[in-house]
């Protein structure tokens, strides 16, 4: 049992470039997250899918995308990357009933020159 | 502004003692909190957790500690092990946002052989 992967771990871009980050969950979950953590400021909420199809914007949503096409993927587009995107990133996912922890992937470190 | 906060970027501890780690929130709403324990270059891993409707929560050497009319909670680990040096992050949820987790800024705690 895998549980919530992310593709890649680590990923070098220039300004101005696109990429996407892939996060796989095999536990039938229905609530996705990805965060990012930069130093000083905990994890924050990028955006959320509280089910296939579903998309939400969290706390900091400027300069990212997201799509849901599938239960078990929950896919972070940077259409055009900027310094400020250097971060870790992380993807979550709850079933979807309240008062559960999250299980979290492994992260994606990116780094934007 | 941020609704969870950890005032403590860092701690040590000795090893055999108690280990404390706090926690502040602002947002009234909050009704379900939770612990996670990272070590560098992984994801966050679930901890402990607690409802609203109870004020103590205990696994074994972790003991969750919640002040609803302070907006507090605090970590107990007894006796703390070198192999709880990790960054401890709070989160905190409340049944009417989407189930969106927001974290504090982490406290990295080192115990002492």
């Known amino acids: 049992n895998a549980g919530v992967t992310q593709t890649p771990k680590f990923r070098v871009l220039k300004t101005g470039q696109s990429m996407t980050l892939l996060c796989a969950q095999d536990?039938?979950?229905?609530?996705m997250y990805w965060y990012r953590q930069d130093p000083g400021m905990g994890l924050r909420l990028i955006h959320y899918s509280v089910g296939e199809g579903t998309t939400a914007k969290g706390e900091v949503p400027d300069g990212y995308n997201v799509s849901r096409l599938k239960k078990q993927n929950f896919l972070l587009g940077l259409e055009s990357a900027a310094p400020s995107q250097t971060s870790v990133y992380f993807c979550?996912?709850?079933?979807?009933?309240?008062?559960?922890?999250?299980?979290f992937g492994q992260g994606t470190r990116l780094t934007v020159v | 502004d941020q609704q969870v906060k950890q005032n403590s970027p860092s701690l040590s501890v000795q090893e055999g003692r108690i280990s404390i780690l706090n926690c502040d929130y602002t947002n009234s709403m909050f009704d379900y909190f939770l612990w996670y324990k990272k070590y560098p270059a992984e994801g966050p891993t679930f901890l402990i957790s607690i409802s609203s409707i109870k004020d103590k929560n205990e696994d074994g050497r972790f003991t969750v500690f919640l002040n609803k009319s302070a907006k507090h909670l605090s970590l107990h680990i007894v006796p703390s092990q070198p192999g709880d040096s990790a960054v401890y992050f709070c989160a905190a949820s409340a049944a009417n946002t989407g189930n969106q987790f927001y974290f504090g800024t982490g406290t990295s705690l080192t115990v002492i052989p």
């Open positions: 536990m039938n979950h229905e609530y």
């Open positions: 979550a996912s709850i079933p979807g009933s309240w008062n559960t922890e999250a299980f």
